[in-house]
């Protein structure tokens, strides 16, 4: 199955990868990274693009 994580601003000086396939599979703990704070952007897009590929797909949305 693709993952199509998104990478959220979440407080002034975090931001946050999300992944809806890894919040609907409830039998696996998500990934490192993945719905946890980080300090920069350059950081989450990183931990996005690597979970995408990791997980099937390179399609990645942003949010702000």
């Given at each position: 199955m693709q993952h199509h994580p998104v990478v959220?601003?979440?407080?002034?000086?975090?931001?946050i990868v999300i992944c809806p396939e890894c919040q609907r599979d409830?039998?696996?703990t998500p990934p490192v990274g993945i719905?946890?704070?980080v300090s920069t952007s350059a950081i989450?897009?990183?931990?996005?693009?690597?979970h995408a590929?990791?997980?099937g797909g390179l399609e990645r949305?942003?949010?702000g």
């Open positions: 959220r601003h979440s407080t002034p000086d975090s931001w409830k039998e696996e719905n946890l704070p989450a897009e990183m931990l996005a693009t690597n590929r990791r997980r949305k942003l949010a």
